[in-house]
């Protein structure tokens, strides 16, 4: 008990921001399943690039991406492409998916302006023909 | 070391969901930053409910959407609503966003005959007016 505690100690002291949104400890991974999006801000965005989409075009996004998802106070991201699933109410004619989580709106606001988005949309808005964003906070 | 060694042994056995997703060990949460999203399957949902969005509605709607999200085969969810965000790009007009991940197709494709996600249609499927879901996996 003595070795869990000090271990969570530990891990709250060394990785704050894991801890400030609600990851258990290790001490806690007995469970199947911890939820830890719940609490946050979800940033998703959906870009339709224009036609045709060469390996050079995704490339440079691709890159691109990856560098705009350093940004200090981005939590955690996805890059994505259509999954290949195909439903009435599927819309799958997006060519990429950016979904990043953020502790709060605040945090958001600071992504928003930071030198490193601004890069990505002066170095990729020409290749763009529609965005999409849904902000989403928790019920 | 030898402790480290063990408490992983002991986290990737007791809890092979989030072993499975790549979640770091306590061992490996000094880093401020683990991504656990890029390699799952994104199942993004956005709905419009029909208006008025009465209090009655929410609760009936919020308690399915709760009731929805014990499937199995979900790694992690977030359950919102508009973040009250407001740019050009932004789409803040739907009334509810379901997002959950899943480990691969596999587990998405249990998810969706499943009887719990069978009855929040049935249950539900009069309170919307349009949906529109975006699946995405990394790239």
Chains 1, 2 share one sequence.
């Not at 560098?67 to 994505?80: A, C, F, N, R, S």
Request: aromatic residues 10%; positive net charge; glycine residues 4%.
């Amino acid at each position: 008990m003595i070795n869990k505690i000090k271990r969570r100690s530990f891990i709250e002291t060394s990785a704050k921001g894991m801890a400030a949104v609600g990851l258990a400890t290790g001490a806690q991974l007995t469970s199947a399943k911890v939820n830890t999006l719940q609490k946050l801000f979800i940033h998703h965005v959906y870009f339709w690039l224009k036609k045709p989409v060469t390996g050079e075009v995704k490339a440079k996004f691709e890159k691109a991406l990856k560098e705009l998802v350093t940004i200090e106070t981005i939590i955690d991201y996805h890059l994505g492409v259509p999954a290949g699933t195909s439903r009435d109410v599927i819309d799958a004619s997006y060519s990429y998916s950016l979904l990043v989580t953020f502790k709060n709106k605040e945090d958001q606001d600071i992504y928003q302006p930071h030198p490193k988005h601004q890069k990505f949309i002066a170095d990729c808005q020409d290749l763009w023909e529609k965005v999409v964003v849904y902000d989403s906070v928790s019920i």
